[in-house]
């Protein structure tokens, strides 16, 4: 079972992780799921995978009535992000997803028709959770083509979907970075490999970099807190990625 | 179906054993499969039910405690009250108790509905792949689809009949405390000086059971459907 645990909380405004299911089969890559609480109404990001929708649902359950979210922002359109996309729609038939304006006609594959989705332009767009603002911040190229994470100013929250992801090993089960030198050595690979882009790693590093932002919250590994989320954009913009390029 | 000798009638003997099969599997799970997004509504509702009513019933032992410490300040005049505080403390605690593993059964509940939505949805993109041409790959699919509906199908059934038991027993439980607290309200009569005090926690733990008696029967309203 994944397990739903509270990583900001600010009255009624609740960041909400779920992660960690030591059920999950290990040909499925992990996945963090965020709930993004504002009274009554909620928010569900990068929802995760058909195969993992009951582990999903029950977790978000067991803390949070699932009928108060009303819409997911998809980060892109992998199918560990939203390929349990028709499964929320058949317990919420209203429900809307945000989503790249790249992938609108793609991602229907997995689920949903014309109206379930909101469009994200290239340049992102704000959005409401109950009273709070939430913005699409662009991240294209990092790896998707369209690609948004979503900043919460008054929490200090980025979920940044792929950018700070790490493949953790077996046991490792810390929902925080806490030793950032050994925890780099978990996210290098992934990102040496998965981000194709110089030139949009250094411009996501620029925009971040401005924003203001406590915790960096991937959709696979840990979260980055504090001095730590510098230090992650500081690594990031060193990197030299695009390793899958092969040169003949 | 006769077996035949000839290969064009084999092959037709074959593809009508498959149609035959596909109709079976297609037969055997529809009412079910239309009521699984129901139920997971359903579960869902019934689930925050259980939640309000653990919160609830944590509020109700600190209110049994609370009895327990009125009753020793007001000393001996009330000793038939400080009894019947002291069973209403035993009562929360066990209905505490209860209420726990209900959430627990309850949650599992709730994973075991989502998990066959996601079969369920499988089944109609098999059913609608054979919809022209059924090959016999396609009927072992459905097949094989059916026996893991039909595992999903018995353990929610079991985990509907498990939570209705419970909340059978926990209403129970919650008539054993009614008792108590209009047992705590008539002793608190006795209590001289104190006697304001005694019934209005008495009366305070009479109206936290019946809030939860109402949560608990609206509850296996919903598991009944």
């Known amino acids: 079972m994944k397990k739903m645990t509270r990583v900001y909380e600010s009255g009624d405004h609740v960041w909400w992780m779920v992660a960690r299911d030591p059920e999950r089969p290990n040909y499925l890559i992990d996945t963090n799921e965020y709930l993004v609480v504002s009274g009554e109404d909620a928010l569900l990001t990068d929802p995760g995978g058909s195969e993992v929708f009951a582990a999903v649902f029950s977790a978000i359950a067991a803390e949070v009535d699932p009928a108060r979210i009303h819409a997911l922002f998809a980060s892109h359109q992998d199918p560990d992000i939203i390929s349990s996309l028709a499964l929320w729609l058949e317990f919420n038939p209203n429900l809307r997803c945000y989503l790249s304006q790249l992938w609108t006609t793609f991602v229907p594959h997995f689920g949903g028709q014309a109206d379930t989705f909101v469009a994200l332009p290239d340049e992102g767009m704000r959005m409401k959770v109950g009273r709070h603002d939430l913005v699409a911040v662009p991240a294209h190229y990092l790896h998707s083509s369209g690609n948004f994470h979503l900043h919460d100013e008054q929490a200090g929250i980025l979920f940044s979907g792929d950018v700070g992801a790490a493949i953790l090993p077996v046991g490792e089960e810390a929902l925080f970075v806490d030793d950032?030198?050994?925890?780099?050595?978990?996210?290098?690979?992934f990102h040496?490999?998965?981000?194709?882009?110089?030139?949009a790693v250094l411009d996501w590093c620029e925009r971040a970099s401005g924003l203001s932002i406590d915790m960096l919250c991937p959709q696979h590994g840990a979260i980055y807190r504090g001095a730590d989320v510098m230090r992650f954009i500081n690594w990031f913009a060193e990197l030299k990625v695009g390793t899958g390029l092969c040169r003949r | 179906m006769i077996a035949s000798r000839s290969p064009g009638r084999a092959v037709v003997v074959k593809k009508r054993r498959g149609a035959s099969a596909l109709s079976a599997c297609t037969r055997g799970c529809e009412d079910e499969i239309t009521a699984t997004a129901r139920d997971l509504a359903r579960v869902t509702?019934?689930?925050?039910?259980?939640?309000?009513?653990?919160?609830?019933?944590?509020?109700?032992?600190?209110d049994a405690i609370n009895a327990r410490l009125v009753a020793r300040r007001a000393g001996h005049r009330v000793r038939g009250y400080a009894v019947v505080s002291t069973e209403l403390r035993s009562f929360s605690r066990h209905l505490g108790y209860q209420m726990g593993e209900?959430?627990?059964n309850v949650g599992t509940l709730v994973g075991g509905i989502a998990d066959v939505l996601r079969i369920v949805r499988q089944r109609r993109h098999l059913q609608a792949a054979g919809r022209s041409k059924l090959p016999p790959g396609l009927v072992d699919a459905l097949h094989r689809n059916e026996v893991a509906l039909r595992q999903g199908f018995e353990a929610n059934t079991f985990g509907w009949r498990r939570a209705d038991q419970e909340l059978r027993h926990s209403l129970k439980l919650c008539e054993t405390g009614r008792?108590?607290?209009?047992?705590a309200k008539i002793e608190a009569v006795y209590g001289g000086e104190r006697s304001d005090e005694l019934i209005q926690t008495s009366q305070a733990i009479e109206a936290t059971i019946e809030l939860i008696r109402d949560r608990l029967v609206a509850g296996r309203t919903l598991v009944k459907g």
């Open chain 2, 102 to 104: 209900l959430m627990g």
């Open chain 1, 192 to 199: 040496v490999r998965w981000m194709g882009s110089r030139e």
């Open chain 2, 45 to 62: 509702e019934l689930n925050e039910k259980i939640k309000a009513v653990v919160s609830i019933s944590h509020g109700l032992q600190l």
């Open chain 2, 179 to 183: 008792v108590l607290a209009r047992g």
């Open chain 1, 180 to 189: 950032f030198d050994r925890h780099i050595r978990f996210a290098e690979g």
